[in-house]
């Protein structure tokens, strides 16, 4: 069960839409606000690794110092 990863520099909102709509959650999660929980936990957990958050209006982008996220 491969839950999806950030890719770097995506927006919170690209990466939640991704997530929400991956066939993988999709089969697994069928319940949408567990696949909600699961995917916004995913963004948290990036955005605690972040060297920086860069915020507009209602969005986010995490990004970081080093190559590797």
């Given at each position: 069960m491969p839950i999806p990863f950030p890719n770097k520099k995506e927006k919170r909102s690209e990466f939640l839409s991704r997530c929400m709509d991956d066939k993988v959650m999709n089969d697994e999660f069928n319940?949408?606000?567990q696949?909600?929980?699961i995917c916004?936990?995913?963004w948290e957990d990036?955005?605690?690794a972040?060297?920086?958050i860069i915020e507009?209006?209602?969005d986010e982008v995490a990004y970081?110092?080093?190559d590797n996220n």
């Open positions: 319940n949408i606000s696949r909600y929980a916004f936990k995913k990036k955005k605690k972040a060297s920086a507009s209006k209602d970081f110092m080093e």
